[in-house]
């Protein structure tokens, strides 16, 4: 359910608390000046009181209760809400002087998948998506999900072109990675054998391995998300070390995947940056020709961890691979679902595309 900004009223203006105090004196006919002895300060700090360019603090509220009359929780109360207005009326200025950055990210879809709340101003939209980022403003979120981050990401004219939507994806990623129950401190050996249990996973449907995919890894201190991608980012997957937390991966994942082989290879795809590639890399997947060493180093690992080397080179050397039969005699001797072979074998140029693919598995996502 996407919730919805309910308008509050403020005044446009509030009165400082020096207006009353000048009021007051009026009335018992004390000059500033002589205020000023009583409560033993300049008179220049008196002036500057009444005009509301100096706060009335704690001490001097006292004095002044002493000397007036009046509680000194009058005078604070009064302080605190003209300070109040002060600074939301400053902050209004400057949310206003930033709608424009409402161009860079996608805040509609944003509001339509709930990721923010539904409102129509403006200037709280752009205090939504920055409350949604984690930023103070525009030029942080430069810093966080730009400069910083989209640095270390391959760089392409997708991603440049999209960089806003990239990084609210990501931004989801890592919030509904907070949600995950409990997440161990990353351990490079447990995360290896959770990789293992997982290949046998790989015959599950959806409804079974989705929930364990994400506990084992969790148990290894890497956090499993699944975030739908944007539209027009043609983003599969994304692998990163999470800043807020000490020593913690994050693999985010789309529910773009059609076919068991497409899914499984990019899962462990991303499970070798982080075994590769480490910290402080930051891997986006997306559909682009320009690949870096590091991907094909992490293709290379996913293809070698579903499919053991020596055990694919036996079976491309046989010649047999154009059979389905021995295609899924294949898998069942590798422990693995016989889609994901076929899958590779196409990728390896050794099956034409539309071959063997009623053996590929349907994903159906909730």
Not at 58 to 64: D, G, N, S, T, V
Not at 145 to 171: D, I
Not at 291 to 310: C, G, I, Q, W
């Amino acid at each position: 359910m996407t919730n919805t900004v309910q308008n509050e009223y403020y005044p446009n203006y509030v009165s400082p608390p020096g207006e009353i105090l000048l009021e007051t004196l009026e009335v018992i006919g004390m000059p500033q000046s002589e205020l000023a002895k009583r409560i033993n300060r300049p008179v220049k700090t008196v002036h500057e009181i009444i005009r509301g360019k100096a706060a009335i603090t704690a001490e001097i509220a006292l004095r002044l209760e002493q000397i007036l009359s009046t509680p000194a929780s009058f005078w604070l109360n009064g302080e605190q809400f003209y300070q109040e207005f002060l600074a939301r009326f400053a902050k209004d200025q400057r949310l206003n002087s930033w709608v424009t950055w409402l161009n860079e990210i996608p805040v509609e879809e944003m509001m339509r998948r709930g990721w923010m709340p539904r409102c129509t101003d403006p200037s709280q939209q752009v205090f939504e998506a920055l409350k949604f980022f984690g930023a103070s403003c525009p030029d942080a979120w430069q810093a966080m999900f730009v400069e910083c981050q989209m640095a270390r990401y391959r760089q392409s004219a997708t991603v440049q072109s999209h960089l806003g939507a990239v990084s609210a994806w990501l931004r989801q990623g890592e919030l509904e990675s907070q949600e995950i129950d409990y997440i161990a401190p990353y351990n490079t050996e447990t995360f290896r054998d959770a990789l293992s249990s997982l290949r046998a996973l790989t015959t599950q449907p959806v409804s079974i391995f989705q929930q364990e995919l994400v506990r084992l890894c969790a148990n290894a201190g890497v956090a499993v998300v699944f975030v739908p991608e944007l539209p027009n980012t043609n983003i599969w997957g994304a692998t990163q070390w999470l800043a807020s937390t000490e020593g913690k991966a994050l693999i985010e994942l789309t529910l773009g995947y059609q076919t068991d082989d497409h899914f499984w290879f990019t899962f462990f795809h991303e499970a070798g940056h982080i075994l590769l590639h480490g910290e402080p890399q930051v891997f986006l997947e997306i559909d682009d020709k320009d690949r870096e060493k590091e991907e094909y180093e992490a293709d290379t690992f996913a293809s070698n961890m579903l499919v053991p080397r020596h055990q694919w080179q036996q079976f491309i050397a046989q010649g047999s691979y154009h059979s389905k039969v021995r295609i899924e005699e294949f898998a069942k001797e590798v422990g693995i679902a016989p889609g994901i072979v076929v899958g590779r074998l196409q990728h390896e140029n050794l099956l034409p595309e539309n071959e063997c693919n009623d053996l590929k598995r349907h994903l159906e996502w909730a």
